[in-house]
């Protein structure tokens, strides 16, 4: 079990979100100081990113609206804006490391892949406006990662996430399921969707964060994230 170098303090912005409180849960488990940044108040936060960012090397940028939401100026305003306001309040901060939660959806064309992997160019006509944006962020993100002024990004690309407190995927099955809205099979039943257990996706952010040094590879890179088999739908 390795831990980053340097010092445990990090942050996870969006840390109270589904993905988020997992990703704080374990880092605390890891003997992380942990500080979140999320505008949903759910005990006591920091009002202002600066001040989440007091003294931490380490950001977690897992904040984003939810993809249901058909609001396009929120997403354009935390996917984009809100990544552009992450990375400037991580150079000013000095913080040396900063992992981005983007989403598998990023190279989705609207026709299947099948283990892709990560040389797969961004969609060109992503299948909506908060893929979009996660296009935008991330490429921000892996853009902003510079070497020599000690600062080193990483994206992680999950696709579904399943797990417990999970808000959205399974609750809203089992709603359709329970208002009989499930007795249909799209194909021949032999369609593949990847979801990830959400400690799995957890580890991932976490291995990246363990491996994102200035003479690794992974520096400025995206990185696929699922469990060995995709699950039959
Ligand atoms: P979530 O909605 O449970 O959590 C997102 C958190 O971000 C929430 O707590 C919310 O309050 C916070 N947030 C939103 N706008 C903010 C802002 N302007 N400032 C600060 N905090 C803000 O979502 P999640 O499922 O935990 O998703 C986490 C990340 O994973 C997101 O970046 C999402 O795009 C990505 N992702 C999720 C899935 C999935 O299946 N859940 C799949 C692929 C990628």
Do not use: W
């Amino acid at each position: 079990d390795c831990l980053p170098q340097g010092s445990k303090r990090c942050a996870v912005i969006g840390g109270c979100g589904f993905l988020g409180r997992h990703l704080v849960e374990k880092l605390l488990d890891r003997g992380f100081s942990v500080s979140v940044f999320d505008i949903r108040q759910s005990c006591e936060l920091p009002g202002a990113l600066l001040s989440a960012l007091k003294d931490v090397s380490l950001v977690f940028h897992c904040a984003s609206p939810a993809p249901s939401s058909d609001d396009r100026l929120l997403f354009e305003r935390v996917n984009i804006q809100g990544t552009q306001t992450v990375i400037q309040a991580c150079l000013d901060a000095r913080v040396q490391k900063l992992v981005l939660t983007s989403s598998a959806s990023v190279v989705f064309e609207g026709t299947d892949v099948k283990n892709g992997k990560e040389d797969l160019p961004y969609a060109k006509k992503p299948i909506d406006y908060y893929t979009q944006t996660k296009i935008e962020q991330e490429k921000l993100v892996l853009e902003a990662c510079n070497k020599s002024k000690g600062f080193l990004t990483v994206a992680i690309r999950p696709h579904g996430i399943f797990g417990p407190r999970d808000p959205q995927l399974v609750p809203t099955l089992v709603d359709a399921a329970r208002r009989g809205k499930m007795k249909f099979i799209i194909g021949d039943g032999t369609n593949l969707v990847d979801f990830t257990y959400v400690e799995n996706v957890v580890h991932g952010h976490i291995l990246a964060a363990e491996h994102l040094r200035a003479d690794s590879p992974i520096c400025g890179k995206p990185y696929h994230i699922t469990n060995d088999e995709p699950i039959r739908f």
